[in-house]
């Protein structure tokens, strides 16, 4: 009896963090698409996030809320006031997550987009060469990975260079124009060739990888 109404005890923030989590989770999964979110879709996906961890504090949880306030922040004008804080909070929220549970390849890019644009190059570089290690090939996020890592080239060690490189060339194939055009706008053309023209690329692997995703 006393075991039962323990295991209850235990289990009750939980089933009310899940409970919150789950009124969220279909304004949440558009976070995922590359559209813009209606803004009524991103408070509701926030809001949700936040009762869940005001309940409970999980690293699912905060991991999401941080690529809540991230969206929020990349969808706002350049001179918004609020862009730099949501940046911010969306960077101590991916950590917070992050500490709790580390083997998550998008938290990680997640977390070096945030510090990509509030202008942290190392920490954004550190950020993402733990997202290639724990997730070295994922066509879901190859193409936006790999023009963050052209973006962070001179600032990311050889192992990522090396991670980055093979999944730019099973990219390519597919996302040639994308990555051209960012190359172009980011001084990283020559950077690109190279790896274009890399014993990597031009494996039967890379040149076969048509059927990845844009």
């Known amino acids: 009896m006393i075991l039962g109404l323990l295991l209850l005890w235990l289990a009750g923030p939980r089933v009310v963090s899940e409970y919150y989590l ?4 279909s304004a949440y999964d558009l976070t995922g698409l590359g559209a813009p979110m209606a803004r009524r879709s991103l408070e509701r996906a926030r809001r949700s996030r936040e ?3 005001a309940v409970l504090e999980t690293g699912e949880a905060a991991k999401q809320l941080g690529h809540i306030l991230l969206r929020d922040a990349l969808e706002r004008p350049w001179r918004d006031p609020e862009r730099s804080a949501l940046l911010e909070t969306a960077v101590e929220r991916l950590r917070q997550g992050l500490a709790r549970d580390p083997a998550d ?3 990680w890019y997640h977390l070096a987009l945030a510090e990509w644009w509030r202008g942290r190059l190392r920490d954004a570089a550190r950020a993402l060469a733990m997202s290639y290690r ?3 090939h994922h066509p879901p996020i190859a193409s936006d990975r790999g023009r963050l890592a052209l973006a962070l080239w001179p600032r990311l060690a050889p192992p990522a260079r090396e991670r980055a490189v093979r999944e730019i ?4 194939p597919r996302n040639r124009e994308v990555f051209e055009r960012f190359a172009e706008r980011n001084a990283r053309i020559e950077i690109l060739e190279e790896i274009a023209n890399s014993p990597t690329c031009r494996s039967p692997a890379a040149t076969k990888a048509t ?3 844009r």
């Open 22 to 25: 789950a009124v969220g989770d």
């Open 51 to 53: 009762a869940a961890l």
């Open 105 to 107: 390849l998008f938290a």
């Open 134 to 136: 724990t997730g070295p």
């Open 169 to 172: 060339c099973l990219a390519l």
């Open 211 to 213: 059927a990845w995703p």
